[in-house]
């Protein structure tokens, strides 16, 4: 595999596609910047704010098979680090 010196990022409108998910799956998760893509992007018809990058962190984490753990800060989520 070639080493390249890039990030990704990616927003949470990328999974609303089945080949938006099979990308994320590719990307290096060592570089990875997780966004929310405003004012640009629409989840289920709403507009996604800039403090919704947990939502793509989320995605991210369940196309990557680790298991989610919502934190007790109802504006806050963080990976448990464990695979599902």
Known sequence: MTQVACWFSIGPAAF???????LAR?????RVVPESDRPF????VATVMPWSSDQTAE???QVWGFRWMR??????????????
């Open 71 to 84: 934190s007790s800060s109802a504006s806050n989520s963080i990976p448990d680090g464990s695979y599902a």
């Open 16 to 22: 609303n596609s089945a080949s938006g998910k099979a």
């Open 59 to 61: 995605r991210l984490a």
């Open 41 to 44: 992007a629409q989840v289920k």
């Open 26 to 30: 590719k990307l290096p998760r060592d």
